[in-house]
C-alpha cells in the first residue's frame, strides 16, 4: 500500500470537556483544531467530518471524565467500503438515516472505521452518543462498517480498530483499565456480527460480562 499522508487528529475534547451541552457553533469550532498523533514511527490515519461531507450535528451533549467502555458495532448496512470515496459514502447514508430518519442529533456512533484502514470522525469523544442503551454517555461507540456476519471484517479494518483504541488509551481519552464490548451484550441485536464478536473476543479488555441486555451484572 502507497505511503498514506497522515491525517490530523480531531481533538475534540481539549475544549469545554466540563459542558454538559454545546452549541453547534461552539462544535463547530472545536473539531477545527488538530493534533498529529504518532507512536513509535507509526500513524493512524483519521478521515474528519469536514474531509467525509458531515452535517452540523442539531445537538451536542457531552460527559465528562476519562471513558470506561468500548462498545464495537457493524453497520449491516451500508455495505462493507474500501476507499476514503466509498467510505464516506457510507458515512453520508448512515448520518441522513440517523439524523433524518430516527430524528437523533447526529451520526450515532462516536467514530467508524472503513475497508480501507482509516478511521471516520463521528461524534467523537465524550459526547453522548445514540449506539448502546445505558451505554451512551460512558462509551466509544466504534462501527466497523459493513455485514460481518459471516465474513471476517479485512486485516486493515482489524489492525486500524486495535490501534486506535491504543492510541485513546495512551492520549487520555479512554481509561486505560477500559472494557471491551460487542453490541448485543447491551442491546437485543446480532450486531457487531456474529464473525466480529468472535473475532473481538479474542482481544485484550474484552469483557463476558454482561452477557446480554437482560443481564443484571452491568460492569460499571
Known amino acids: 500500500m502507497e505511503?498514506?499522508?497522515?491525517?490530523?487528529?480531531n481533538a475534540l475534547t481539549i475544549l469545554l470537556l466540563a459542558a454538559s451541552t454545546l452549541s453547534v457553533s461552539a462544535?463547530?469550532?472545536q473539531v477545527t483544531e488538530t493534533e498529529d498523533i504518532k507512536a513509535n514511527d507509526t500513524a493512524i490515519s483519521i478521515v474528519t467530518r469536514n474531509e467525509w461531507s458531515a452535517r452540523d450535528p442539531k445537538m451536542v451533549e457531552r460527559f465528562t471524565g476519562t471513558i470506561p467502555f468500548v462498545i464495537i458495532h457493524h453497520s449491516y448496512i451500508p455495505?462493507?467500503?474500501y476507499d476514503e470515496d466509498g467510505?464516506?459514502?457510507?458515512?453520508?447514508?448512515?448520518?441522513d438515516m440517523h439524523q433524518l430518519k430516527n430524528g437523533w442529533n447526529d451520526i450515532g456512533y462516536s467514530f467508524a472505521v472503513g475497508g480501507d484502514g482509516r478511521?471516520?470522525?463521528?461524534?467523537?469523544?465524550n459526547v453522548i452518543g445514540a449506539h448502546s442503551p445505558r451505554y451512551n454517555d460512558k462509551s466509544i461507540g466504534i462501527c466497523l462498517i459493513?455485514?460481518?456476519?459471516?465474513?471476517?471484517?479485512?486485516q486493515a479494518m482489524l489492525s486500524a480498530t486495535k490501534r486506535f483504541i491504543e492510541l485513546s488509551v495512551e492520549n487520555g481519552f479512554l481509561s486505560p483499565n477500559y472494557k471491551l464490548l460487542g453490541h448485543r451484550q447491551v442491546r437485543n441485536t446480532e450486531c457487531p456480527g456474529q464473525r466480529l464478536?468472535?473475532?473481538i473476543s479474542s482481544w485484550s479488555h474484552f469483557s463476558n460480562k454482561p452477557?446480554?441486555?437482560?443481564?443484571?451484572?452491568i460492569p460499571y
Do not use: F, N, V
Open 197 to 199: 464478536y468472535e473475532e
Open 87 to 95: 467510505c464516506s459514502k457510507a458515512m453520508r447514508k448512515m448520518q
Open 27 to 29: 462544535y463547530a469550532l
Open 211 to 217: 452477557a446480554g441486555p437482560d443481564d443484571p451484572e
Open 119 to 125: 478511521i471516520y470522525h463521528g461524534r467523537g469523544y
Open 79 to 81: 455495505k462493507a467500503c
Open 146 to 154: 459493513g455485514d460481518w456476519t459471516i465474513e471476517k471484517p479485512p
Open 3 to 9: 505511503q498514506e499522508i497522515i491525517r490530523k487528529w
